[in-house]
C-alpha cells in the first residue's frame, strides 16, 4: 500500500501547501493512518534562503532540553545556528510524542570547500549518536514535515496551508515491514533529496551494507532512507549524470543490454557492474525532489529544480505522471491529481523502470 | 608384519539365491573385495570401504553393504574413530592419509540459517514469468564510476553528451554463480576433466585446472577454465598462463591450511608427465610455501608479475584457506591488483590429505565469508574485488545463503564429483576410484564416458540454478546483485549470540 504524490511547477509558482494536503488526503485508503509527511520546496524563501534548514525530531520526554543540548552540540562544532525555533503546530489533533525544532544554519567557512559532506555528516552523527534526536531533513529552502497520522491531521498539525513552495511531495504510509513512528514516516530526506516511496525494499540489506561502505548510517529503520543515501552518493558524490544514476536504481536487464550498440551496452554492463549494490529490489514506486546540484546529460551543471519519478524493473507498483501547462504530477493514482487539478493536459504510465525525469523551464 | 587390530567397518554380502555368477562384481571392485571361488563369490569385507560400485553394477541386486555391527565397548571420548586410528598408526608408524571432508560432527551454520520469504506486501516473484538475473561477474570492479562531457553533433545541433571515462577491467562472465572448483589432473582423471569441461561451456560457467596443469584434450575448453598457479608451479608456462580465462594463485586450501599437496608417483604416467612438466613416475610435491612469497608484498608481485605475463588481460584471484585472520588476509589481497579471493572453507574436499588437517584444520566458510565480507566493506574495497566461497557447498540453499552472507559466487567441488557418481567413499588418494574419477588407470577411467558425465554435471548446475531463482523470486528479488551481502533475508536457528554477530545476522523472530 501506501500512497505518493507531488507536483512541481515548471515555471516555479509558489503553491499553497494546503493543495498537497487536498491531494494526499484522496490517497487516505492507502495508508492506515500511521503516518504521512510533506515536503516542501522553496517554503523558506526570505533570510534563510541560504541557511541550512534542519528539522529535527526530539523526543517529548522530561529529557528534552538535555538531547536538544547534545544536538546543538553536534552542530556547534561545524557552524553557527543562526536561528532556531519549535515549528509552529496545533495542539490536539495528533498525540505529540516527538518535538519538531528547526535550525538555520551556517557551515562554518572553513569547511567551504566540503560544505556538504559536512552537512552530511552532522546528519549522520545525530542520527547515530544522539538518543532521542533525528534530522528529517537538512537541505536549504526546504522543509520535511511528517508524524504519525492521517495526512489531513498532520497536514493540521503543521499547518501546511501556511507555507508556500513550488514542489511539493506528499506520502500516506501504511507500515508493513517496522512498526510506525515520527522517523519511519516519509518524506526521507539528505541535504536536497526528498524521497516518497510506495512498496518494500527487498534488496534493503544489501542496499544498506552498500552505502554503509560510504559512510552513511542507516538509522531510521524504515528501507526507504537508504534511497536517499544512494541518491547522494550517486548523484552528488560520485556525479553520475541523473539518467544513468536512475539506471544504477532499476537497471536494464541483461537481456536489454545485451542488445544495445556497443557503447551504450558497456556503460549499462559499468553501471550494473560498479554499482550493483545500490540496485533496489522488490515492488517500488519513488518519487524524489531535488532543487539543485545535478550534473544532467548535457554536461551543465543544473541549479534548478528537478522531480523524478521511477518504478521497479516489473511495475510491482503504480505510478502516474500528468501534466498541466507549467505543473507535473507524480502520483499512484490518478485521482490524487484529479482532485487539484480535473482537467489535465496529459496523463500516462511509465514504462517498468523507466524513469519521469522533470526540470524547470529556462 | 604387525597385524591390524581393527575389524571391517563395513560386511559385504553376496545373496547366494540371487547371484548368478555373473563375475561382474569381481571386476568392478577395483580394491579386489570380491573373487569367485567355485560355484560361489567370497566378499573381503576389509578392503570394501563403501564406494558401491559392485552394488550399482550387480545385474542381479545381490549385494548389501552393511556398517560392521561388530560392537566396541561405547565410550563417549574414546570413540571407535579414535581407537581405530590409534591402532592404524601403530601399526605403520604413519601419518593418517584420508580423502574428501572434514568428518568431524561439527556444526554445519548452513543448516542452521534459514531463508526469507515473501509474503503479501512484498509480492513474490514467478521466475517463469518474470525475468530473473543470476548473471554475475568476477573481477575487478571500479570505486565509482567518472563521466565526461563531449560535444556531439545530432541532427545539426550540438549537444553535450555523457560519456563513460572509466574503463572496466576484464571480468569473467557467469551466467551462474556456480563454479567447479580446481582438482588437479593427476588427482582426477580425464575424463572427470573433461566431463566438468563440457559441463560449464554448456552452463556458461568456469572450472579451475587444479595445480596439475591443463591436458592438451582440454583446449577447447580453455575459455570456460581458469588456471591454477600452486606452489609447485606445475604445468606453469606462458602459453598455460595465456590459454586460461584468468589465472588463480592457490595459496591454500580448506581441507588443508598450511600444508602442500603430494601426488604420488605411481600416479605419475606419461601424460601427466608432460601436462606438469615433470619426470614419469616421480612425486610431484608442492611445499606448503610458496618459496618465493613470504609476505603479502611478495604475494602482490606474484600479481602483478602473472598480469604483465598476460597482458593485464586476464583477472588473477587468490585463493587462500579460511582460517581466523582470512579477512586481514584478504584485505592485503584486494589491494595486491587481484581481482577475486577464493575462500576455502575447512570442510572443503582434498583427495588426499592428513587426516589430523582435514579433521581439525581450519574455520567454517559460512564464517568466513561473513567475516571477510565485513572487513572488506569496513575497509571500503569490498566493492572492487570479488568474493568466491567453496567447501562445503551440498546444494542450491547453501549457494544462495553463502551469496546472502557476501559471496559473489561459488566453487562446488564434491558435489560435482558426486553428480558424477563419486559416493565420497574417501579413498580417492589410492589412485583406485572404481568411479573412474579419481584414478589414472586407463581400464577405470573409461568406465566414466565425458558426455554422460558432462551432462549430469550440467544437469545438475541447472538444476541449482533453477532452485536459485525460485528462491530469490520467493524472496522477492530478481537479480543477483541484490542477494549479494544481503544478510536482512537471512535468519539464525539455534545459534548463540556471538555466532549470530560473526555472520551478521538476526535471530528467527527477529
Ligand atoms: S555382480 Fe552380482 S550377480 Fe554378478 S557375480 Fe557379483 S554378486 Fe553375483
Ligand atoms: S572420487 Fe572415487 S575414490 Fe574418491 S571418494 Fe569418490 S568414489 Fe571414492
Known sequence: ?362 | MIPSYVPPKYKVEVDPNKCMLCERCTIECSWGVHRREGDRIISYSNRCGACHRCVAMCPRDAITIKENAVSWRSHPLWDIDARADIYNQAKTGCILLSGMANAKDHPIYFDKIVLDACQVTNPSIDPLREPMELRTYIGKKPKQLEFEFVEEEIDGKKIKKAKLKTKIAPNLKLDTPIMIAHMSYGALSLNAHLSFAKAVKECGTFMGTGEGGLPKALYPYADHIITQVASGRFGVNEEYLMKGAAIEIKIGQGAKPGIGGHLPGEKVTAEISATRMIPEGSDAISPAPHHDIYSIEDLAQLVRSLKEATRWKKPVFVKIAAVHNAPAIAVGIATSDADAVVIDGYKGGTGAAPKVFRDHVGIPIEMAIAAVDQRLREEGLRNEISIIASGGIRCAADVFKAIALGADAVYIGTAAMVALGCRVCGRCYTGLCAWGIATQRPELVKRLDPEVGARRVANLIKAWTHEIKELLGAAGINSIESLRGNRDRLRGVGLNEKELEVLGIKLAGE
Request: aromatic content about 12%; charged content about 30%.
Open chain 1, 1 to 362: 500500500m501506501c500512497g505518493i504524490i507531488g507536483f512541481m511547477s515548471r515555471k516555479k509558482r509558489m503553491i499553497k501547501g494546503d493543495k498537497i494536503a487536498l491531494a494526499l488526503d484522496s490517497l487516505k485508503e492507502r495508508g492506515n493512518g500511521k503516518g504521512s509527511g510533506y515536503v516542501g520546496y522553496g517554503i523558506y524563501p526570505t533570510k534563510y534562503k541560504d541557511c541550512y534548514a534542519f528539522h529535527i525530531l526530539i523526543d517529548n520526554t522530561p529529557k528534552f532540553e538535555k538531547i536538544k543540548v547534545e544536538v546543538e552540540n553536534v552542530l556547534e562544532q561545524y557552524g553557527t545556528i543562526v536561528k532556531d525555533e519549535e515549528i509552529p503546530t496545533e495542539d490536539g489533533i495528533i498525540e505529540k510524542t516527538q518535538i519538531p525544532w528547526r535550525y538555520f544554519y551556517e557551515v562554518d567557512e572553513k569547511y567551504a570547500d566540503r560544505e556538504e559532506d559536512v552537512v552530511v555528516d552532522i546528519v549522520m552523527e545525530i542520527n547515530d549518536k544522539v538518543d532521542g534526536a533525528f534530522v528529517i531533513s537538512s537541505g536549504k529552502d526546504l522543509g520535511v514535515f511528517k508524524a504519525v497520522g492521517w495526512p489531513n491531521e498532520v497536514a493540521e498539525f503543521y499547518r501546511i496551508d501556511k507555507y508556500e513552495g513550488y514542489m511539493w511531495l506528499a506520502h500516506a504510509r501504511y507500515p508493513t515491514n517496522t512498526k510506525a513512528w515520527w522517523g519511519g514516516a516519509h518524506p526521507f530526506n539528505l541535504l536536497n533529496w526528498s524521497v516518497v516511496h510506495n512498496g518494500e525494499i527487498t534488496s534493503y540489506g544489501t542496499n544498506k551494507r552498500f552505502v554503509e561502505m560510504f559512510g552513511y548510517k542507516c538509522r531510521l529503520l524504515t528501507d526507504t532512507e537508504v534511497v536517499a543515501y544512494i541518491l547522494d552518493l550517486l548523484m552528488r558524490k560520485h556525479k553520475i549524470p541523473v539518467e544513468y544514476a536512475l539506471s544504477a536504481l532499476a537497471p536494464r536487464f541483461w537481456d536489454e543490454i545485451d542488445k544495445m550498440p556497443e557503447e551504450e551496452r558497456e556503460l549499462h554492463t559499468a553501471i550494473r557492474l560498479a554499482y550493483g549494490g545500490a540496485m533496489l529490489n522488490g515492488p517500488f514506486a519513488i518519487a524524489v525532489g531535488t532543487p539543485h546540484g545535478l550534473i544532467f546529460m548535457n554536461g551543465d551543471i543544473e541549479k534548478d529544480t528537478t522531480m523524478f519519478g521511477l518504478t521497479d524493473r516489473i511495475k510491482l507498483r503504480p505510478l502516474i505522471a500528468a501534466e498541466k501547462d507549467d505543473m507535473i504530477f507524480i502520483s499512484s493514482e490518478e485521482s490524487a491529481i484529479r482532485r487539484i487539478c480535473p482537467d489535465l493536459d496529459r496523463v500516462w504510465m511509465p514504462d517498468a523502470g523507466m524513469p519521469v525525469i522533470a526540470r524547470p523551464w529556462k
